[in-house]
């Protein structure tokens, strides 16, 4: 796979910084002690040594916008060329984890997919095509129909590979924030050129928040993982957020903020109006920006202190802002009301 490191964007300063034992010590932040986590004060982090990314946030206040507009826009803002898209695989992962007729908005929407898919093509990309590996329901074609994503893939031909029951490729696990040592990725997601994040902007009753990282989830076939991916529930929600983004170094974020979810999500929760799509090429930055648009604390977000300095910026004097403000556009979620989930609340 052509793969540019989830640290390394176009607006980075510096390279990833490798802390030393005594800089890890000396730190208000997270304490790396065997690959796992010792949280420490609220509003801490590592040090991110001017480590810095952009991300564009662009208004849509309905899926009739012309969303195609909204995301070449994020594109050009990031510096994401012709040259750099002509030729290449395009593989996009929308979040489409369960499904309900009175619940939309818990799948990323397919006006978005079929959007950026044209944004893609309109650059020269070789392929774009649409991969997912459901959490929940094991019968695909059944989520792609009740979402409604299935007849938008069909009348816009792009294809679906469904990646629970992909070949798979065994590989290092290059976090290493959990024990595995090695990660199982289908063979699709491995031969793509780029890998597309494109999460619903949601709240997570266990992590807070999903969104691009988490959406990463996705991509862990179930047939290795299970429903719904118990063995990655069982190393750790943030850790496995964190290896799974570092092997997998997704290539872009493409936030489906227009109706979001908040209270018990990532499926229970009611919609919420937000009205924006969120872009980056650094999903870490991208989570750290979304957190903030929900009106949320990224300091409460375990996954997201554990990846500062490491895999991207969280602090807010290190993501370059493009397109609206933040304060713009910010829309307060409420989260569950559970001990656990009080650090997020900002």
Not at 301 to 306: C, D, I, R, S
Request: net charge positive; glycine share 10%; proline share 5%.
């Amino acid at each position: 796979m052509a793969q540019q490191s989830i640290a390394n964007t176009a607006d980075q300063a510096t390279s990833t910084w490798h802390p030393t034992r005594r800089q890890v010590i000396g730190v208000g932040g997270v304490l790396l002690v065997g690959g796992g986590f010792a949280w420490t004060a609220r509003r801490s982090a590592l040090n991110e040594r001017g480590l810095r990314a952009g991300v564009f946030i662009g208004k849509a206040p309905t899926y009739d916008a012309d969303l195609v507009s909204v995301i070449r826009a994020g594109f050009d803002s990031l510096g994401i060329t012709r040259n750099e898209v002509r030729g290449k695989r395009i593989l996009l992962k929308p979040n489409l984890v369960e499904t309900a007729e009175s619940a939309p908005h818990i799948n990323t929407n397919p006006a978005m997919v079929v959007a950026a898919a044209a944004a893609f093509a309109s650059l020269g990309a070789k392929e774009v095509f649409v991969a997912e590996g459901q959490g929940h329901r094991r019968d695909s074609r059944l989520v792609l129909d009740e979402s409604g994503m299935g007849d938008a893939l069909t009348r816009s031909r792009l294809h679906f590979v469904d990646l629970n029951h992909d070949d798979v490729v065994v590989t290092p696990n290059k976090g290493k924030w959990t024990s595995l040592r090695e990660l199982h990725l289908p063979r699709t997601l491995v031969e793509a050129d780029w890998v597309v994040s494109m999460p619903k902007l949601k709240t997570h009753h266990w992590a807070g928040v999903t969104c691009a990282m988490k959406n990463l989830f996705g991509v862990m076939p179930g047939i290795v993982y299970g429903w719904p991916k118990n063995v990655l529930h069982v190393h750790g929600i943030p850790e496995s957020i964190l290896d799974i983004n570092a092997t997998v170094k997704p290539h872009l974020a493409i936030v489906d903020g227009i109706v979001g979810m908040e209270g018990d999500g990532p499926i229970m929760g009611p919609p919420k109006a937000c009205g924006c799509v969120i872009i980056g090429r650094n999903p870490v930055a991208v989570d750290a920006t979304a957190v903030r648009v929900m009106g949320l604390n990224p300091y409460g977000a375990k996954y997201l202190t554990g990846a500062s300095g490491r895999l991207g910026p969280i602090h807010e004097q290190n993501i370059i802002q493009r397109g609206e403000r933040i304060a713009d556009v910010r829309t307060h979620f409420t989260v569950l009301d559970v001990p656990h989930l009080r650090d997020i609340v900002a």
